[in-house]
């Protein structure tokens, strides 16, 4: 097959799905090996199937704001892949949404999920509502509204969104509160739920967590660890904040963290004092991270992404393409020796091409993010069977995916003849499982 060509014709049919094709490519040129290897995958055209969603739910969400006006967004749900498990992935509201981003996201989550060894098939969705700025009143009017249209598309063995950008455990609340007003039914079709209405222990804690669990399991094979590293981490939110906590517990030095208008940095490390307060600015006083510098002495930089600042590890938690060629290569001649992405696809292909060209341990998102969707896989199963494990239990269970993931990569990238090469590995180690998993089914 020439997936050059194939990726022309698909490039032709979703025209401007930017953030899509360029997730697309860089699995498909990625699966080359593969397909040559197994030419049943071929003659049953998988790629062509693994690449068009499985549905596409866009529907009209009608609010009210506080002032009595009456607003319109879009909302969507992408039901990508469900050859292994029920769709699987989160809900992002940001201003930015759009089909293109949509479907670039359920695409990742379908490997995703296949790599944490857990039955979960690859959806995402969302709106192009912004939360920046809203009441809490007008935010549970808006989820309401989303969930009034979104029930009647999922279900525990259907389909179980999540959060993601903007969707937190404020919005999990209200739209789960929504569902049940209108099913009458008490059912795992979130995750990331409260803890005391179904939720699991060390969810909010998974996607940070088992980022900085994975990059020990890159650093190891190099015989380093986090100890005494220097560590830049972008974005402030869920993943970032937890990543921060983790890396500083196993000794590691945070200087930096972000939002959309800037970068703090901290050249002798975040305290402990200083991650609670930022915990407190962004989770409940949703302010801005140039706050900071009026509670602790750090430097903000307005405008710029934390790539300058000399670091031995940088770990991208913030969102797409926020880490380019150029800032991939100052990173490198600065010294990096590690880089796991806690969002998903931060890295540009220039700056991942550049990681691996020069040695760079690099944990590709669908991998080193994936702690997140796992831990919500083990809160359905806590769901299904009525009980809650400790935050212990759930923590190692965790752990040991993130570890079982590393090494399947790494495997793979051995096997397929790119060791080392994580892109390769992760993604070949995806979908091998989901794609198995269609050949067995027959034409679906
Ligand atoms: P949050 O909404 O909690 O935080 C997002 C952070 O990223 C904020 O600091 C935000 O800054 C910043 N950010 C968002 N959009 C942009 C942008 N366009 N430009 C610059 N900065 C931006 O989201 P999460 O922490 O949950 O998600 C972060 C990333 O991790 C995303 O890529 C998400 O897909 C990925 N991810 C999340 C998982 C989860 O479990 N939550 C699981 C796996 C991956 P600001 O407040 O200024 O917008
Ligand atoms: O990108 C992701 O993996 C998530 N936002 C988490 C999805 C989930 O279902 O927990």
């Known amino acids: ?7 022309q014709e698909i490039e032709n049919k979703n025209a401007g799905q930017t953030e899509f094709l360029q997730a697309l490519k860089e699995v498909f040129e990625s699966l080359e090996p593969v397909i ?8 049953a055209n998988i790629l062509e199937r693994i690449a068009e969603p499985e549905r596409v739910i866009m529907f009209r969400i009608p609010w009210m704001d506080d002032n009595g006006d009456i607003k319109v967004n879009r909302g969507f749900r992408i039901e990508f892949n469900g050859a292994i498990g029920p ?11 759009n089909l293109g981003i949509l479907k670039f996201l359920g695409f990742e989550q379908i490997f995703k ?5 857990l039955p979960m098939g690859g959806g995402k969705g969302g709106s192009d509502f912004d939360p920046k700025g809203k009441s809490d009143n007008e935010v549970m009017r808006f989820c309401q509204s989303f969930m009034s249209e979104l029930y009647r598309h999922i279900g525990p063995n259907t389909d179980v969104p999540a959060g993601d950008i903007g969707v937190g455990g404020r919005e999990i609340g209200f739209l789960y509160g929504q569902y049940k007003k209108i099913t009458n039914r008490f059912e795992s079709i979130l995750t990331g739920k409260g803890r005391n209405w179904g939720g699991s222990l060390a969810r909010p804690e998974a996607t940070g967590y088992g980022c900085v669990y994975f990059t020990e399991e890159m650093l190891k094979t190099k015989g380093e660890s986090f100890q005494g590293k220097r560590v830049t ?3 402030s939110g869920n993943v970032a904040q937890f990543a921060t906590q983790k890396a500083m517990e196993l000794g590691a030095k945070v200087i930096s ?8 940095y901290i050249p002798d ?3 402990k004092e200083n991650w609670e307060f930022i915990m407190e600015l962004k989770n409940l006083k949703r302010g801005r991270i140039n706050e900071c510098s009026e509670k602790f002495p750090c430097e903000y930089h307005e405008g710029i992404h934390p790539w300058g600042f000399e670091c031995d590890i940088a770990l991208p938690c913030a969102t797409q393409n926020e880490l380019n060629g150029n800032e991939a290569k100052k990173l490198i001649d600065n010294g990096v020796i590690a880089v796991a992405e806690g969002a998903n696809m931060p890295s540009t292909p220039e700056a991942a091409d550049l990681f691996i060209a020069n040695g760079i341990l690099f944990g590709p998102g669908k991998a080193a993010n994936a702690g997140g969707v796992a831990v919500s896989g083990l809160e359905m199963c806590q769901n299904h069977i009525g009980l809650s494990w400790s935050f212990k239990e759930v923590d190692e269970k965790l752990h040991g995916i993130m570890v079982n993931i590393h090494e399947n990569a790494l495997k793979t990238s051995e096997k397929y003849g790119s060791p080392g090469n994580l892109i390769v590995g992760a993604n070949i180690a995806g979908f091998l499982k989901v794609a198995n998993s269609m050949l067995d ?4």
């Open 441 to 444: 089914q027959g034409i679906i």
């Open 36 to 43: 040559k290897r197994h030419p049943e995958y071929e003659k």
């Open 233 to 235: 981490i972008s974005g």
């Open 87 to 97: 769709y699987k992935g989160g809900l992002r509201f940001h201003p930015s949404v």
């Open 257 to 264: 963290l972000s939002d959309s208008n800037g970068s703090i």
């Open 113 to 117: 999920n296949s790599l944490t060894g």
């Open 269 to 271: 490390g975040i305290t």
């Open 1 to 7: 097959m020439d997936i050059k060509q194939l990726l």
